[in-house]
Every structure is written in structure tokens, then in C-alpha cells.
């Protein structure tokens, strides 16, 4: 059985169920077993599940499954909560009250395949509640104390860099605020944590999550996450629901900020993405503009390079990005909607591995400049009163130099001529 | 047996048993049966008293009450403290850990009698623990990440609008700070809990709390707080002091917060308070000044209307606002002594339901402009050593027409001339 | 027996265990029995350990001794971890939460020896846990709602005085950020907290505890805080390891804030320091510098006074500072390596008894002006990548008058001629 699902499948899959799944989730109630709820009060130190706690069968050549809630103690992650999915191929840890991040993807222990592990190795060493955070903290980049996960949302009122911005206050007065880096959803737990499992083959497992980011005289906005996969499979999905409680039109962000270290990153590593032009976010990026796509070793004193890349889709509008490891036997893609997501943010911070040597595939509603400027480019959506938006990413495993190739060769195809690479950062508009 | 407390065994009552146990209280110890205590290290995850604990008969004729603690989980709620009084008539909902707030208040699940529920829909719906609260975040509107109490008390070193204040610091330079909106005392979990019933008839349920607003080179104030009922009846009363511990006076600020949604709140609701002026905070609120006693439906892109009340209070120095429903047949009224709390704050924020329909009685010490504004005014109190304040303030429902019109001309009979309509904003002055 | 250990043991001890000590610690694994641990995931409510669960025996004529870690609850202080150190003469109270502050040290309960007492009296008296620290409010004096230490270490990315400073952001531009107050250690748990015993007589009980300064484009430091003392006698040590695991140099400030108010501080109290040189800080303390070594009674609205002291040491690089009362039959030593701490804050602040009397003996790296003024100093070191350095402290109690005399002389040894007292405080330098 290949571990790495035919690109075709995934899209059929990416359309079909996730669409029908979401469209049962309501506020007032997430199916599955809950595990954490403050409307009725509820949570839960530890929890284990498993196929015979959803009443379905472990199908024939397949690994036990299980999804494990535990608390973390000790330092800074006194209280966190994870939730580990560990499908027989993929362990998936989750992180309910770091806004659902995920943590790390890695092969489960039960595997007896290859398997790719996606994480990378922050300074930050433990899984930082957010009590311990204070994201007005040294001018505003106080996120960056709790950064250590995979997958981190920025969002949702806000996104990008920290700076001023103005917001109309109670009395109707234009007044600033000190926006702070990658916003807040990283760092609100998740009122609600539910697995569900769905009822046919081939059982997919779902955690789901809603979190929210509400205030008086603020956004009103309820994020329902989820993480899924089939048992058996290397490749796994986010179908995000965002909504818009409040009686305005709302502004919002959302990047999808997905971080590699090791083993994947190293000297040679190489991102492959179809674009139609490929920008510098500054003049330091732009002197190396030409050599976007591929990575240096660790080193000492690297500033980071940041690349805003246009995106280009497929007939189904998908969008994907590999990063394939040196070798190029080993590689993970995402994939995503460009309707839903249409920019695509390549941060490559190759510095020392003490400093944290790491790159960022960064599908988005905008790119990570400060919201201000967003504005000014038109990328900062809004979302109607009661109005909701999906975004649907997939990743997928390739674990060996075929499979590699495969999906390569689907991206290049898009490739009909070389993207457009700007010389020099585009110039931003003046407050 | 009428739910309704005359006014003039209300006015007995008020001015009789609450100051008997406040003379009681000491910081050294609180009588009754202690839930919480930090001195004694004392925290309990859920408590139910009833009047066996207390050695008290239930009077014929009278529900079961009881004193319940509990402590909410999951998202931005872990961990808070809840104690649910139910008086067998009211359920009285109050959040220690953000200073002793009331959540909410309602008719009792036991009563058979008519109720009115005391509450609003805040877009906020969990109760916020304060280590997710950053009351310095968005230019000093954190406070409004917590934001859905019934009740919540602003202050003390500060309260109403943020910005800068000059104070002094350690080496006794005059340097500036950022106040932030409606001070801290709000998410500041209260250091002791305790329940006391009065050992005679009518056997007040009282539960008692001790709140620290302190630090090195700051404050060193202490308030006790009470919210203490009769079984049966549907009145309610808050009987605060406050403490200055420190060696020098201490400037305070004290605006008690008590906020009403539906279903008291609607088109053509009305507030009764007998005034000799009042002024309205702003030009936008000053287009408004003469219909500021009567309330809008919902309405989308609503902008707050606040309105400064110089309040008239009775020959024994109690001052009533009562807010009543269009159909006039229900009704709440606060009553307090102007020599506690000279001034009286009506906020209007009948804005969409999504967005908090709600509209705030506020006695306070002063008016919600910034703390600097307020001072020159000559609105903000000072404390000298060891000395104290108390607070007294009673809350009762008028549940049909009969007793609405009662209360209604009882603070008709106080504005024996109209009050002084401002039909423009004080002008500040200049710093 | 002598509780008072003579100097010249105290030093043998000083410059020999530790050190061994130390150099089996390492950030993989503490020896001893672990409390806390982050990495394992564990914390424990509630433990007492003694020498049985050591296997080391207790020596004749020595009383029994215990380790006990307990968890705070109620107000500010829920859920604060404390570890008290019982050596059968001195009870050590260590704050794991609060960075390995140490909150008091006092005599054991068990036994029949005087002591002295070391803490002080501060209008904080909750033992705060960080969630309720913002550092960034009242302009970075935020530290001050959690102070109430007998010993609290500043740093480490920065100690002293708020303000601004710049650093470098993650696209390398200087920018600038607020500094708070004395910096983040003392408000950081520890990731991992255990207890050794030495195997060998005298059995040297050790507490260590390792407190993590980490963020992502900022300081990756380690702290490995160990306090330790010998069962019986009336002296204990803090011996603390700094580790840099970035790639590049970081800066680093540590100042031992050491306060004490009653019994020892008092009218006519004293420090004995040898110094080559003593300045007062600001214009206010110029003022005083005459007689800076002498404590005056409580006094209302005092202004702190503080002395930047350059310190003189013996043959073996120690310096010593004394603080003995009036009547100069009770004192407390602190004694350090200038080769470490080349720097001795003396804070003066006997304010009135409600607002904090209290004076700090500070050993640092430094003094506490802000980083940008001490920078100008060059007195802000530099730890190169995986560099470490130690800083070691002895605290040793006099219990007599001649145990004073004997220190206060050999102290004075040193002072062959008096210090220089500088009229005026030195200009800082302009930006």
C-alpha cells in the first residue's frame, strides 16, 4: 500500500468530505466526543480514545489508531493541553489552548513505514502557555517568546508584522493601536474540543476546535478548526471555518505560517512552487532574489529572507508547495485554494541551529507586511455580518525520490514560463 | 407575600444591618465559612452550603436557598471562580476571581414567583480569566476582552477612560503612565471568600470578599466587598469598604458598573433618576440630551451615548434610578447615598444585539472621563492612612406595573423642577 | 556547637563543593530527585523529602531535616509552587514560580538556637504568580505588584531601570523596545526543580532549579539556580550557572537583590562594605552620601536613596557586606566574588513601615541604570556562544556580638583608607 496518496485522490478528497463535515458544525454544537467545552463547564486532565469508542471497525492491514488528551506540566507550559492523533502512520500533536496549532507531525510509533518528520527546532523549547505571553512585549514581538510550533495561525483580526494601525474606538474616534505580531489566535485556548470520526470508510478522524477571538467594541470572530487524516495514509487536511458574529463588515488575516527544520531543510533543500512572480519583502531579500527557491545551511548571523510569492492554480484552483530535502527523497506538499488563500509568504530563516534554523511555507490571505500596509495593497478581507469563509489546506508526504518527482512534475507543469522575479521590493505606499 | 420591599423597610434595612457586619469585618479575619483564603492557603474546587452549615432555621413559607461554589474550565474561562447564591426567589451569579464582579442575576431556578432576568449578551461570552486579559493591549482597552458582567466595579487606583496620567515614581519624579480603561480591580482575583448568614431573622445571606489592589511604590488599597440578600425577597444590597494601607493619601476612583440588556432594555425603555443636571459626555451624546432618559431599539452602527447626572437624593440621602420596560410593568431600581457616590453615570450603547445591546446605570465617585480630566474637576477622592470608605448600594425588582409606578413617583417626587439639560459638553480643561 | 561558621571555613567551602557541584549539572539532566520537569511532564502538588529519601544519614546532635515543595492557592497567588528548605536551623522558602526567587529565610521551627529572620514587610503579600504580572504596565514598573522577596535575581536579557533601548529585530534593523523594570527572571517558573543531597558528610542539602530565558530573535539563556546549606549551621550559598545556547554573543545584567527590613534594618542599623569608591545615583542621594552607610528610622514619604559601591575583596577575591543592627549583635553577611559581581547596589528605602522599609544589598554585574546608560558604562557583559559563568553568594547569619565584631573587622581590614565618596552623582553619558 503506498503511503503517499495519488495527487488525484487527494483533490477528490480535499472537495468532497471535509465540505460535508463542516457543514454540520454549528456554534451551538460540534459532533463527536467532546473533550473540553467551556459552555457546559467541561475538561479533561487526560483522555485516550480509540476506533471502539466511535463504534467503527480498524479496517483490515491497518494500524490501531488512538487520539490522546494530556496535560502539560512544569515551566512555562504548566496547564497546556495537547491532543495527539496518532493514526498508525502519522502522529499529529495539536495544541488546544495555543489556538489549535499544531505542534509537530511525526511518524507514529506504531508505524512500521518510513516516515518524514515535520517540525523544527526553536529556541523556545516548551509548549508556552499563553499566560506566560505577552504579545505587547519588546515592541510588540512578545509572539515570538511561545513560537515553536509546526503550524501556527496568525490572525485574525490581525496578522504581520507589530506597528500602529488605527481601529475606531467606542466613541466612534479613529484612534491607533499597537498591533502586535501575528496577532492573537496563536495564543486564546480553544473554548471547545471535539474527535469525531466519520462513519465510513475510511473512517476518517477529525479533531475539531473552535476558537475565539471576541472582544467588546472588537472583532466578534469564531474560528472552527480542524485537523483530519485517514488512518494508514501520510497526508492529512485543515478545513478552517471563520465567522463573523458581530453586526459589521470585519476586517480579518489569516496566514498559515508552517515551519520546517530538519530533516527536510538543509544546504540544497529546494521549495518548488508555481508562481507568477516572486517579490523580495525587502532590499536584503532582493539581493538574493534569484536563488529564492533554495536553501543554504545553518548559518551564523543569517538574517532572515522573506519572499511574497503570487501564487498560480491548478484547473481545480489548487495551489501546492513542496519542499523536497537535498537528496529529493524525501518531501511534504501543501496544498491549498487560491480563491481561499491567493498569496503564499516563503520565509527562510536558515541561521544557526541554536538560533533556530527553520523556513516558513506560508499559505495566506495576505502577506505578512503590517496590516496598514496590507490595507493600502487591497489584501486585508472582510468578512459580513454572520458571513463565513473555509480554507482548506492538505499536506502530503513523499517518501521516496518517485513520489518526489511525481509531484514536482505536477507543480512544474503549471510552470509554462518563468514567474517574475521583482529585483527590488515593491515600494509602499505612504501613510 | 410581596416580592416587592416597601422603600421604607428598604431604607431601614439599607441603612441598619450591612453597616452591624461591616463593623465586623477586619482584614485579619472575616467571619462565617471561608471558601478562599490565600493567608491560609485555602482554595476549594466545589462547595454547597446551605442553612444546616449555618445553624439557621428556613423560615415557613420560605424556598430552600443555598451558597454554591464552582469552578468553571475550558478556553479563556479555566479556572475562574463562581459562587451561585440562590435565595430560593433571586440566583445572584458572583465571579471572584474577577474582583468579586456580579456575572448575572435571575430568578431563582426554585422560585415560583415572576422574576426579571438582570443581565446582557456581551459579544464576550466566557468568563474571562484575567490571565488572558492584557488590560494595557489596544491602547488600554483590554478591560474589554472580559467585558459581560452585570456588575463589575471600576477602579481603584483608576477608572474610567485610558491614557496618560502623571504619577510618582521611585525616585520621586513626576513621570507619565498609561491608565488603562476602568482600572484594574476587575481582573484581580479576590485574596478571601467567605459566606455569613445573620444569626437572626430575616437570616441575610451574605458573601464576603477581600480584593488587594497593591504593589510596591502604588497603591496599597484593600476592599472588602459584600452582596448579601434576604430569602425571599427580591432586593439585593452591596456593601463595600475601602481600605488605604498605606502611609500617604491615596487617590482612589470607584464606578459601580451595572449593566442591562433585555429584557428591560428595549425601544421606548426608560431610566427614572431625580437630577438637578445633567450633561452630555460628548457632541455626539449632547445631539441626544433630550430624549437621554429613553432607549433605542437595537441599532446597527449605534455609537455610545453617555450622559453626566448630578444625582438628587431622598431626606435620608439615598439617591434611585430606576430603569423600566416599555410596558412599564417591570422594573429594577438601584439606590445609593450621594455621600458615598455623588455622581451618576447613564451609558447608552443600544447597538446591534450582536455587538452588546446595553445601557449602564453607574453611581460612582466621579464621572468615566480619564483620570486626569476627572482630577481637574476635583472628582477624585483621596484616602489618608488607615482610613475607609464604604459603599452602599441596593438593587431591587419591581415586577408589575403597581410597583414600578410606586418607585417611579417616589423619584418624581424628588425632581420638583426639571433638571438642568446641558445642551452642550462641559469644556475640559486644558492641561 | 558554633552556628556561626568561621570565615575561613565559610571560604574553604565556598571555593571547594559548589564548583563540584555545578559541573555535574548539566541542561540534560539535574542529579537528585527531581520535583519538577517540564521535559517529563511533571509537577507535583504537593512532597517532603528527607534524609532517608536521600539515604544519607543524620549526623549526632543534629536535628532532623526536610525539603517540602507545597502549591499556593487563593488571590494573586494561585497555583505558585514553594519549596521550603528545612535544615533543622534555618527554613529557606525557595518561589519555583517566581524564577527560584527566595521569599524568606528564617529559623527552623525545630530549632532551639536564636535566629534571625531575613525578609521584609512589603505592602505585597501574596506570594504573585506571574499570570498576574504585566512587566509592561505603570510605564515597566510592573514588577512591583509581585515584589515582596528576600532575595530576587534581576535579569537577565536586561536588569535596572525602565526605558528605552534598541536592539536588533528579525530583519537585523535596529529598533527600539521598553525595557521594564529589572527584567524578566524573577517572574519566569522553572522548567525543572530537584533536590540533591551531598553523599559525603557534612550533607549539603541542595535545591536547583533551572529557569529558561528563551525566545525566538532573542536571548536563548539558561539559568541553573542552586541554593544549598549544611544541616545545623547558620549559613547557605546561592551558586548559579549562566549558559548563552545562541549562536552569537548575548548581553546579560544580573543584580542579587537582596532585601531586609525588620529585625535587622532599624534606626541607627548599619552596613560595613569595603569600597574603593562609593557615588550616590541622582542628586537626591548625593545629598545623603555622607552618611549612606547608616539606616535612619521608618519615615514617612521617604525617597529611596541609592549607592553605586565599588567593592574592595581579600586576598581571595571576596568581598564582603554586612548588615548588623543597632545594637551590632545581630548581622547578616553576604559575601561574592568581585571577579563575578564586580558591582554593590546599596538601596536605602525606610520608608514608612506600611509602605515597604526595606534596604537591598545588591551584588551585580552592574548597577541598576538603565541598560543603555550601563552600557555607555561597559558594565554589560557579553556570554559568547555556549559560554557559561558562575556567580556565587554566601549568606551567613551573626548571632552575637562578637560574631559581628569578628566579620565587621576583618571587613575592615580591607578599608586601609576610606573610600572615596563622590559629592555628586557621575554624568551619564548623552545618548
Chains 1, 2, 3 share one sequence.
Request: with cysteine; charged share 20%; net charge neutral.
Amino acid at each position: 500500500m503506498s503511503k503517499c496518496i495519488p495527487a488525484v485522490v487527494l483533490a477528490i478528497g480535499f472537495l468532497g468530505c471535509p465540505a460535508l463535515v463542516i457543514a454540520q458544525v454549528t456554534t451551538s454544537g460540534l459532533p463527536g466526543i467532546v473533550i473540553t467545552d467551556s459552555s457546559s463547564n467541561k475538561r479533561t486532565e487526560h483522555l485516550r480514545l480509540g476506533p471502539q469508542d466511535f463504534s467503527v471497525p480498524i479496517l483490515q492491514n491497518q494500524p490501531a489508531w488512538s487520539v490522546e488528551k494530556s496535560t502539560l506540566h512544569g515551566g512555562k507550559q504548566e496547564g497546556c493541553e495537547i491532543i495527539t492523533i496518532d493514526s498508525g502512520t502519522l502522529s499529529i500533536v495539536i495544541v488546544p489552548t495555543r489556538g489549535m496549532s499544531v505542534l509537530r507531525v511525526s511518524k507514529s510509533p506504531n508505524s512500521r513505514e518510513p516516515g518524514i518528520e515535520l517540525s523544527w527546532n526553536s529556541p523556545v523549547k516548551e509548549v508556552v502557555h499563553p499566560q506566560f505571553v505577552n504579545l505587547e512585549s519588546r515592541g510588540g514581538l512578545g509572539w515570538l517568546e511561545g513560537f515553536n510550533e509546526w503550524m501556527v495561525r496568525c490572525g485574525l483580526e490581525s496578522a504581520g508584522h507589530p506597528g500602529k494601525d488605527e481601529f475606531i474606538n467606542n466613541v466612534g474616534d479613529k484612534v491607533e493601536m499597537d498591533l502586535t505580531l501575528h496577532g492573537k489566535i496563536g495564543n486564546i485556548p480553544a473554548s471547545k474540543v471535539s474527535v469525531t470520526v466519520d462513519r465510513e470508510a475510511p473512517y476518517r478522524i477529525r479533531v475539531q476546535g473552535v476558537v475565539n477571538e471576541r472582544m467588546f467594541y472588537g472583532p466578534k470572530l469564531e474560528l472552527i478548526t480542524e485537523i483530519s487524516t485517514v488512518p494508514g495514509t501520510t497526508a492529512f487536511q485543515i478545513t478552517d471555518k471563520l465567522m463573523n458574529h458581530g453586526a459589521d463588515d470585519q476586517e480579518f488575516q489569516m496566514i498559515y505560517h508552517t515551519n520546517f527544520g530538519k530533516p527536510l531543510l538543509g544546504k540544497n533543500a529546494k521549495v518548488v512552487v508555481a508562481a507568477e512572480k516572486v517579490e523580495p519583502m525587502n532590499a536584503h531579500a532582493a539581493k538574493s532574489i534569484d536563488s529564492f527557491a533554495a536553501y543554504e545551511p545553518p548559518t551564523k548571523g543569517f538574517i532572515e529572507q522573506v519572499y511574497l510569492v503570487y501564487p498560480k492554480s491548478d484547473s481545480n484552483g489548487n495551489a501546492r508547495a513542496l519542499l523536497k530535502n537535498a537528496a529529493g527523497d524525501q518531501g511534504v506538499t501543501v496544498m491549498w485554494k487560491t480563491s481561499q488563500l491567493p498569496y503564499f509568504t516563503l520565509w527562510k530563516n536558515t541561521a544557526a541551529e541554536a538560533d533556530g534554523y527553520v523556513t516558513g511555507l506560508e499559505p495566506g490571505t495576505g502577506f505578512p507586511f503590517n496590516r496598514k500596509i496590507e490595507r493600502k495593497f487591497g489584501r486585508v478581507p472582510k468578512l459580513g455580518p454572520n458571513m463565513s469563509r473555509i480554507f482548506e489546506l492538505e499536506y502530503s508526504l513523499h517518501l521516496d525520490k518517485e513520489a518526489v518527482n511525481k509531484v514536482e512534475s505536477m507543480i512544474s507543469q503549471l510552470q509554462d514560463q518563468p514567474p517574475i522575479l521583482a529585483a527590488e521590493p515593491i515600494s509602499i505606499p505612504k501613510p
